[in-house]
């Protein structure tokens, strides 16, 4: 999204911690001063290219980059920055944000400490500090909505901001090409645009008619719901003035039109409006008589807040105040919205999210709103998720994007509710099976009933890790790290929500017993000699046992069951031997430390003769592993 209009991340730009402009940089900086941010780039450029940078015109470059969303290009001139000795803690914030929407989640975490550091008490460090490992828990949760590109609607100039007012489907966008482009994508000015929906199907898309749409941009619709009055914002452009502030800033600020004949017609400024701030991104309430908005004006909490106004009888605004809550943060609340219910949704970088902007939600508490949760992933991605919109009784919606798929710069989704799946939280604990301690840094992987791998964790500090799985359907748990013998625990089928179960490792020397490696049993399917997968898992006990001890030599000997002939089980327990062999030599151990010979049906463990049970055969169709040297 930062390749639209933002309109409230001028106070994101961090405080370069040079402040000296010298004369080469001064192009670059009026252009970045601009919000020209595209052209302030390639002039920062130029000035590496003639080895005029410093860590100025880095993070300078680097702010540039991550204002219109390359977050590739914004953490490598970051990651130049922070080499240094000096930087901003927003610096660290946007290097850490860089690398969380470039998945690099480890890195991002790292980063994200070193802020909490630098701002302790700042809520952005607060929270994290509180749930460092958050990140995969939102990727990994349930998937309750599916996410479909709208593109008979979207097109490659950005789209952003849909909701449906009855028959009608209203939306942003920077397709009009009669408009100058924006200096800071270099793209069109933004005009609102009205679409018709038939039979559930949106299309047919014409600028709207009347008075609002101007040379400047337009967006973020709000209606009332006798569809009369429509709230937008705009550049602050009224009544044929453009207005800058005493910076040079031309703002956004909030402005509403009635519906005359068809047509939007007398166009009013809010009282609260300024040349100073930006005031922007309407919601209304359920029954009309609160107007929600962000605004970055001096006294809120962060870069930029969500406040609301009543709306009076007479249709005049009120005084405007900030939500209280835990919903502004020292970061960028944008875009709220607010659904039939009452529910608050809105786009935030200051809560813990997977992306640069996730969409949140708040239920309603009386007068202001609870908990802040994050809305997960489909609904959020790695890149901007802003501009949702739903409707709790249809259980539809839309939400904005410039995630991968996307036809343009932003693109519109359309979001749709689906059935719960049933889930089940499986935490497993990983303990030393001799002393009850906890394994940290344990590879711990999850399988279905078919041994097929479905996700794979490490376990914390204290031997802990979280697998989200299907309910009521068996799964396997394993377990490996290094010196330790491998482990699994079957988890059965279950309606519960939640499952806790443990995983015991016990050091690998202790598979060795007298003059063999102990394993559970190498067992074969009938007349077959391939290794199996729980076959593997055992055989990786031996790699590991010979990789502690190099001097370890091994001979493998395979055995059948008694249903066919001698001579035929001699030549298939050979065939199973050498499988054996070949398996542990393919992870890494040199051929002339394990040999392998079959011995056929000669020395069964069930001396059943021709009684033997179908368990019975299995059991004597092995491999057992002789120490021939410690």
């Known amino acids: 999204m930062k390749k639209i209009y933002i309109l409230f991340l001028i106070l994101a730009v961090s405080t370069s911690v040079v402040t000296a402009q010298s004369a080469a940089t001064k192009k670059a900086d009026q252009l970045y001063d601009r919000l020209a941010y595209t052209d302030a780039a390639e002039a920062y450029q130029k000035l590496i290219k003639k080895g005029k940078a410093d860590s100025y015109v880095f993070e300078r470059l ?65 929270k994290f500090m509180r749930n460092p490992n958050y990140v995969p828990k939102i990727l990994d949760g349930a998937k309750n909505y599916s996410a479909t590109n709208m593109k008979d609607i979207n097109t490659k100039f950005s789209e952003f901001g849909g909701v449906v007012v009855g028959d009608k489907f209203y939306f942003s966008s920077a397709r009009n090409k009669s408009r100058k482009k924006y200096k800071w994508n270099d793209q069109p000015f933004l005009d609102i645009y009205v679409a018709d929906v038939t039979a559930g199907k949106i299309d047919n898309a014409t600028l709207l008619k009347g008075d609002i749409n101007s040379k400047y941009h337009e967006g973020n619709v709000a209606m009332s719901a006798d569809g009369k009055r429509m709230y937008f914002d705009r550049n602050d452009y009224y009544e044929g003035k453009y207005k800058k502030s005493e910076e040079g800033v031309n703002e956004i600020n909030l402005y509403y039109a009635e519906k005359i004949d068809g047509e939007w017609k007398g166009v009013r400024s809010a009282h609260f409006n300024s040349h100073e701030y930006s005031t922007g991104q309407p919601a209304l309430s359920p029954d009309g008589n609160t107007l929600y908005f962000v605004s970055d004006k001096p006294g809120g909490k962060g870069m930029s807040d969500i406040y609301k106004v009543e709306v009076k009888k007479d249709g005049s605004l009120g005084t405007p105040e900030i939500l209280g809550g835990d919903i502004n943060t020292e970061g960028k609340e944008v875009f709220p919205y607010v659904d039939a219910t009452g529910t608050l949704y809105f786009s935030s970088d200051g809560h813990l999210g997977v992306g640069s902007l996730d969409v949140f939600s708040a239920e309603a508490s009386g007068s202001n709103f609870g908990t802040v949760k994050n809305m997960g992933s489909v609904i959020n991605s790695p890149s901007d998720d802003f501009a949702y919109k739903y409707n709790s009784t249809t259980q539809e919606g839309f939400v ?75 799964h396997v748990v394993q377990g490996y790290l290094k010196d330790y013998e491998s482990n699994a625990v079957t988890v059965s089928a279950t309606k519960e929500k939640e499952v806790n179960t443990s995983l015991r490792l016990r050091p690998i020397e202790e598979i060795i017993v007298d003059e063999k490696v102990v394993l559970n049993p190498i067992l074969f399917d009938f007349d077959r000699h391939n290794i ?36 035929y089980n001699m030549k298939l327990s050979e065939r199973r031997a050498q499988s054996t062999v070949q398996y542990v030599i393919s992870k890494g151990i040199d051929a002339s430390r394990i040999s392998g010979k079959g011995l056929g049906e000669s020395k069964p463990v069930e001396n059943c003769g021709g009684n033997c049970t179908d368990a019975q055969h299995q059991l004597n169709r092995r491999s057992e592993f002789l120490i021939i040297k410690k």
């Open 62 to 126: 680097a702010n540039c980059y991550y204002f219109i969303n390359d977050t590739k290009k914004s953490e490598t001139y970051y990651k130049r920055v922070v080499k240094g000795k000096k930087y901003s803690s927003e610096t660290v914030y946007n290097y850490a944000q860089s690398l969380k929407a470039n998945g690099k989640y480890s890195e991002h975490n790292t980063w994200m400490k070193k802020f909490a550091d630098m701002k302790p008490s700042d809520s952005r460090a607060i």
């Open 400 to 474: 904005s994007s410039n995630r991968r798929g996307s036809k343009g710069s932003d693109d519109i989704f359309q979001i749709k509710r689906i059935e719960e799946e049933c889930e089940v939280a499986i935490n497993v604990q990983v303990v030393n099976e001799l002393t009850n301690a906890p394994l940290g840094g344990v590879r711990v992987e999850l399988f279905d009933a078919f041994e097929n791998k479905l996700s794979t964790k490490t376990t914390n500090s204290d031997g802990r890790a979280s697998f989200i799985a299907e309910c009521e359907k068996g």
């Open 532 to 567: 199996k997968s729980q076959a593997a898992f055992e055989l990786d006990k031996l790699v590991a046992i010979m990789n502690k001890f190099p001097a370890m030599i091994i001979a493998v000997e395979s055995h059948t069951d008694n249903i066919a002939s001698d001579e």
